[in-house]
């Protein structure tokens, strides 16, 4: 390309047209420059994507297409599959909570419609508890919490793995029920617990603050529940076997 051309393309911030350019097929001006533009608004489209899942930090790349639906799962009266997969719930500002023994799959659905979620262009973050009431503890330690919180401003999803392996202090507990009191009502939260509700009193130790965080997740939530052994297990014993 020549380099006035170049240059004119970055002023207009058009990056994959001057890449791109010259390979497009067309048959008259009027289909050239609707071909570059529908190419640019494209490859745009595919970083932001790619942009997202970066920013989203899931541990592994899990889709809803490799999703084993099973009769282990029950879906609330309130949400069918369809308007799972289809994010009616971040639109409408709702939670999903994912309760059941560990490794029955809640992992896999959390992070499968994180990678959805990314895609439709909605921000997401992606965290094991335990490290977020780390990183949330260090930054209040350091003066430094309302700068962290500040990176959940424009997070549409925030996805919260494995809540009740890890009991957490008074200091953590407080902490993550502040940030989860602000995403009440304005935006969605996806949690996976191995602990029914009148179990988390073993994670936030003070019963009050146990009752007011669970009244807040579950008032707009969809509670998907898991029966069953672990997948993980089930599928070493018959490699075994």
């Not at 390979?23 to 190419?39: A, D, G, R």
Request: hydrophobic share 40%.
């Amino acid at each position: 390309m020549p380099e006035n051309l170049r240059n004119l393309c970055k002023q207009l911030r058009l990056a994959y047209v001057a890449d791109s350019f010259e390979k497009v097929e067309f048959t008259s001006p009027h289909e050239y420059l609707v071909n570059v533009f529908e190419q640019e608004i494209e490859m745009r489209e595919f970083a932001k994507v790619e942009r997202n899942l970066k920013k989203a930090r899931f541990l592994e790349n899990k889709s809803l297409e490799a999703y084993q639906w099973t009769a282990a799962i029950r879906l609330p009266q309130t949400l069918n599959k369809d308007q799972l997969e289809n994010l009616d719930f971040i639109r409408d500002h709702q939670n999903i909570v994912l309760v059941g023994a560990p490794g029955t799959g809640k992992t896999h659905l959390a992070s499968a419609l994180g990678r959805r979620a990314c895609e439709r262009g909605y921000e997401v973050r992606f965290y094991r508890v335990s490290h977020l009431v780390e990183e949330l503890e260090t930054a209040h330690r350091n003066g430094k919490l309302s700068a962290f919180r500040k990176k959940f401003d424009d997070v549409q999803l925030l996805i919260l793995d494995e809540m009740g392996y890890v009991p957490f202090s008074k200091e953590g507990a407080e902490i993550l029920f502040q940030l989860i009191t602000e995403f009440y009502e304005k935006k969605s939260l996806i949690v996976t617990s191995n602990l029914e509700f009148s179990q988390w009193n073993r994670i936030f130790i003070d019963s009050r603050l146990t009752a007011a965080l669970v009244d807040r997740l579950i008032h707009h939530a969809h509670i998907i529940t898991y029966s069953g052994e672990s997948y993980r297990l089930t599928n070493a014993l018959s490699r075994i076997n």
